[in-house]
T-cell receptor, first 113, second 112 residues
Framework: QKEVEQDPGPLSVPEGAIVSLNCTYSNSAFQYFMWYRQYSRKGPELLMYTYSSGNKEDGRFTAQVDKSSKYISLFIRDSQPSDSATYLCAMSSGSNTGNQFYFGTGTSLTVIP | DGGITQSPKYLFRKEGQNVTLSCEQNLNHDAMYWYRQDPGQGLRLIYYSQIVNDFQKGDIAEGYSVSREKKESFPLTVTSAQKNPTAFYLC???????????FGPGTRLTVT
């Protein structure tokens, strides 16, 4: 079983739609949760990060973590064509003895004007 | 501007040659990482380093080597022993117990 599972999509939505992207994980030691946006042939860009359970909002983006279900989500409101990219979830335990990050395979999103 | 730089952006090599990819960061991060990204496979960890002069193998270290002589620099050598070296290589850094990992722009290596 992979540490992190993410539906690869592709996901195609009309402009203005609400987008929901999700990941599940198996390791209960994960405490830090991140979402990255990656445009084609570019490095991933950190969008949001959260610690433990709860919600975090930044503009049109909301990250949600449910540790009891081992499930994280990223919501994009009023989606724009510029949001078209691959979205990667990532998580880590934050261990001082060797902190590794575990990534989903990414969900490809296209926002149609 | 703080960030991570990788060079070159595109690299072409003949089979059997070793090649070194550069990664530099000015974020004052202790930890640095190398990943390989192939279509449909996500990011796979090659090597990581938590501190200068120390590094650990990741999931796919065979055919690769690294050094960490300076905090700012973490070069990756792709050796001729790597069977499928053509890929997109990403360098990243974080604080030692970091919850934020930042990536460079990547190097696309093509070996023919």
């Amino acid at each position: 079983q992979k540490e992190v599972e993410q539906d690869p999509g592709p996901l195609s939505v009309p402009e203005g739609a609400i987008v929901s992207l999700n990941c599940t994980y198996s390791n209960s030691a994960f405490q830090y949760f991140m979402w990255y946006r990656q445009y084609s042939r570019k490095g991933p860009e950190l969008l949001m990060y959260t610690y433990s359970s709860g919600n975090k909002e930044d503009g049109r983006f909301t990250a949600q973590v449910d540790k009891s279900s081992k499930y994280i989500s990223l919501f994009i409101r009023d989606s724009q064509p510029s949001d078209s990219a691959t979205y990667l979830c990532a998580m880590s335990s934050g261990s001082n003895t060797g902190n590794q990050f575990y990534f989903g395979t990414g969900t490809s999103l296209t926002v149609i004007p | 501007d703080g960030g991570i730089t990788q060079s070159p952006k595109y690299l072409f090599r003949k089979e059997g040659q070793n090649v070194t990819l550069s990664c530099e960061q000015n974020l004052n991060h202790d930890a640095m990482y190398w990943y390989r990204q192939d279509p449909g496979q996500g990011l796979r960890l090659i090597y990581y380093s938590q501190i200068v002069n120390d590094f650990q193998k990741g999931d796919i270290a065979e055919g690769y080597s690294v050094s960490r002589e300076k905090k700012e620099s973490f070069p990756l050598t792709v050796t001729s022993a790597q069977k499928n070296p053509t890929a997109f290589y990403l360098c990243a850094s974080s604080t030692r117990t970091g919850y934020e990992q930042y990536f460079g722009p990547g190097t696309r290596l093509t070996v023919t």
